[in-house]
């Protein structure tokens, strides 16, 4: 499975575009990038994923680059609700991989006021 | 739709004792998988069941057991805790047809033992 990195924290004003990035750049040609994030002790929440194409839904945009080595998640107007870790995970299609989702040590996004 | 649901959310036992905690998936979903999450080795997948069987397996000791029922309840067993089992658990729930069916996650079970 494609290794992801991820900066292990990050700032963001309230109101501003928190623009989290991820390199992941042994990605093969059939595996997804997933974001999840997790506020402090809860369990992880599903934001987005995308395989080649940029993706956006209510919570965020994903931009994958052209050669799939890095993304960016993008959240467009921050709020203190926003303040979680974020874990940038590539996912395989492999049958090994059913249910099985490998979580790195993400970033943690502070929003502040 | 109701949402994944974990009881007890928090529990405490000493060294020696057996657990079991329990999942409730999202309606309609039939994969049930169990994460361990800890401050020293993050979040690591634990096994994985569809169907009543057990489709996927982490590097876990066999202290660490589960099953699923016909309705996609699933339960989580850790036998003779050792300090080191204090963790978070959590499930999580997907449709299982596919690898990329998305997993929604329950709100976890706090284990800790003494």
């Known amino acids: 499975d494609a290794k992801t990195t991820q900066p292990p924290s990050m700032d963001c004003a309230e109101g501003r575009a928190a623009n989290l990035p991820c390199n992941h750049s042994t990605i093969s040609g059939n595996e997804y990038v997933y974001w999840y994030r997790q506020i402090h002790s809860q369990g992880p929440q599903y934001i987005i994923h995308g395989l080649k194409n940029n993706e956006t839904n209510e919570m965020a945009s994903l931009i994958i680059t052209e050669d799939r080595k890095s993304s960016t998640l993008i959240l467009p107007h921050a709020t203190l609700r926003d303040t979680a870790v974020y874990y940038c995970?590539?996912?395989?299609?492999?049958?090994?991989?059913?249910?099985?989702?490998?979580f790195g040590q993400g970033t943690t996004l502070q929003v502040k006021p | 739709k109701a949402g994944v649901t974990q009881t007890p959310r928090y529990l405490i036992k000493t060294r020696g004792q057996q657990v079991t905690l329990s999942c409730s998936p999202i309606?309609?979903?039939?994969?049930v998988s169990w994460y361990q999450q800890t401050p020293g080795q993050g979040l690591q997948f634990l096994f994985e069941y569809f169907s009543e069987t057990q489709r996927n397996k982490g590097n876990f000791p066999g202290r660490f057991s589960g099953r699923q029922f016909s309705n996609s309840r699933s339960e989580m067993n850790v036998s003779t805790l050792e300090l080191g089992d204090s963790a978070l658990y959590l499930c999580a729930s997907s449709l299982g047809r596919a690898v990329t069916d998305t997993q929604y996650f329950g709100p976890g079970t706090r284990l800790t033992v003494l």
């Open positions: 309606s309609g979903h039939r994969s």
């Open positions: 995970i590539v996912e395989s299609l492999r049958s090994s991989n059913t249910g099985k989702l490998i």
